[in-house]
């Protein structure tokens, strides 16, 4: 691995959905390689 992988942050963001009108929900999920808790 070199230095830069090393130092990028591996994550991935997804919806619920892909497309929404005005008003209506969708949640967004976000996963990472690191098991530590966050707030978005």
């Known amino acids: 691995m070199t230095d ?5 942050l591996r994550i991935a963001g997804y919806s ?4 929404v009108r005005p ?3 969708i949640k967004f999920y976000v996963n990472s ?7 978005a």
Do not use: I, L
């Not at 830069?4 to 990028?8: A, G, I, L, R, S």
């Not at 619920?16 to 497309?19: E, L, N, Q, V």
């Open 23 to 25: 008003g209506e929900e």
């Open 16 to 19: 619920d959905r892909f497309s």
């Open 4 to 8: 830069v992988q090393e130092c990028m």
């Open 33 to 39: 390689e690191f098991n530590e808790d966050y707030q």
